[in-house]
Every structure is written in C-alpha cells, then in structure tokens.
C-alpha cells in the first residue's frame, strides 16, 4: 500500500513540475505558447496520470513484455513522462495526437497515444515500447531536460523525426533530430544523421517522391 502511495506522489509531482516546465518555456516571439496551450496540456498529463493504473492493470496477463514491461509488479512505479506533440511531415501540421511515455524507474517502457475529440482527451491506446525506449536515449543525450517534444511522422518513407522546446500547434520547421529509422533513410544519401533542417528533408522527400511516379 505505501509503496502505491509513494508512486502516485512520484506520479503526481512529475506532472507538476511538467507543467511548471511548459509555463517557463514561453518565448516573447512569434508563435508563442500561451497560457491556454499550457492548460491544455497540463490536463492532457493529469488525465494520463489518473488513467495510467487502470490502463496497466487491463493490460493482457503474460503479455507485459509485449509492451515494454519485464512483469506486472513494475507498475507501482510507472509515472508519465514528457508529452510529444504528433506532427504529419506531409503537411507539417499537427495530427490531433500525443504520445506521452510510460517511464519506470527513469527507463522508457511504453507510449500512451491520446487525441482531442469533441474537446475533450481521449485515450487511444499504449504500445510502441521501440520508439518510447529511443525517445529516453535522445532525452538523455540532451544538455538540459527538455520542456515540450514533438515527433514528426513520415509515414511513405517510414521515418520519425523529433524536436524540442517549440511552441506547439503551428507548422513544424528548423532543426529536427532523426531517430533510428529516419537515420537509415538519411545515410543513403550521406545526409547529417545528429540533427536536419526540416528544409532539407522536404526537398529529399520531394525528390523521391517524383522517383516514384516516373
């Protein structure tokens, strides 16, 4: 019982001090983060939190490891962890979707994907244990903790990208850091593979893309 307690604290002050995070990172400049983004998104993590247990206890008996997780005791110490914003790099607009980690003892297990439906957060699903445990690697690497992500899709070339401390909503665009997958397809053009213009991969996409229909 103490030690339930004892993670729902950890829970419940993780989301805190999201939130503080997302509140501090408001830039003066254009396409700036307002009070209403922080709102939304803070209640986006308190949701998860409070959904968080239920979500693992439904999970199938014997099937943990499929999702990330070594056993079922693990979850008294799941806490959620940096929300990302998903972006589709077609339109480099926002998808309507988050990915929020499912963190253990500070190790990436599982994302929980939400979407805003008829104003409110609907819960879509938890999976995805390959990307959650790379998106802790890239947190780790960083300088600093990072204060807001956002993961953008390319779904015809099978490629995720991310980016950190951007305002959310808007188009994405600067530098974005590839993940595993967007690494491979980079390296065959010996393209950066630590950090891209956005600009760049559009043009590359482009390129291909016209490949295609030849």
Same mark, same amino acid.
């Given at each position: 019982?103490?030690?339930?307690?004892?993670?729902?604290?950890?829970?419940?002050?993780?989301?805190?001090?999201?939130?503080?995070?997302?509140?501090?990172?408001?830039?003066?400049?254009?396409?700036?983060?307002?009070?209403?983004? $922080?709102?939304?998104?803070?209640?986006?993590?308190?949701?998860?939190?409070? =959904? !968080? *247990?239920?979500?693992?206890?439904?999970? %199938? +008996?014997?099937?943990?490891?499929?999702?990330?997780?070594?056993?079922?005791?693990?979850?008294?110490?799941? $806490?959620?962890?940096?929300?990302?914003?998903?972006?589709?790099?077609?339109? =480099? !607009? *926002?998808?309507?979707?988050?990915?929020? %980690? +499912?963190?253990?003892?500070?190790?990436?297990?599982?994302?929980?994907?939400?979407?805003?439906?008829?104003?409110?957060?609907?819960?879509?699903?938890?999976?995805?244990?390959?990307?959650?445990?790379?998106?802790?690697?890239?947190?780790?690497?960083?300088?600093?903790?990072?204060?807001?992500?956002?993961?953008?899709?390319?779904?015809?070339?099978?490629?995720?990208?991310?980016?950190?401390?951007?305002?959310?909503?808007?188009?994405?665009?600067?530098?974005?850091?590839?993940?595993?997958?967007?690494?491979?397809?980079?390296?065959?053009?010996?393209?950066?593979?630590?950090?891209?213009?956005?600009?760049?991969?559009?043009?590359?996409?482009?390129?291909?893309?016209?490949?295609?229909?030849?």
């Amino acid at each position: 019982m103490m030690r339930c307690i004892l993670s729902l604290g950890k829970s419940f002050m993780l989301t805190f001090v999201l939130i503080l995070m997302l509140v501090g990172c408001m830039p003066e400049k254009e396409g700036v983060t307002t009070h209403a983004d $922080v709102h939304r998104v803070g209640s986006l993590l308190q949701i998860a939190t409070n =959904q !968080l *247990p239920e979500i693992l206890e439904n999970m %199938p +008996v014997g099937r943990e490891s499929d999702y990330g997780f070594h056993n079922r005791a693990e979850f008294v110490h799941a $806490v959620v962890g940096l929300p990302y914003q998903e972006y589709a790099i077609k339109t =480099q !607009l *926002p998808t309507g979707y988050w990915r929020i %980690p +499912v963190v253990v003892n500070g190790e990436h297990r599982a994302m929980l994907r939400y979407g805003l439906m008829d104003g409110g957060w609907s819960w879509e699903g938890i999976g995805a244990h390959g990307l959650a445990r790379e998106l802790g690697e890239v947190e780790e690497s960083l300088s600093q903790l990072p204060r807001s992500g956002k993961i953008i899709r390319d779904h015809q070339f099978v490629c995720d990208y991310v980016q950190y401390d951007v305002p959310p909503d808007g188009k994405v665009y600067g530098s974005v850091i590839p993940l595993k997958t967007a690494k491979r397809y980079l390296q065959t053009y010996s393209m950066p593979v630590h950090s891209v213009d956005l600009s760049e991969i559009l043009m590359l996409r482009a390129s291909d893309r016209a490949k295609l229909h030849q």
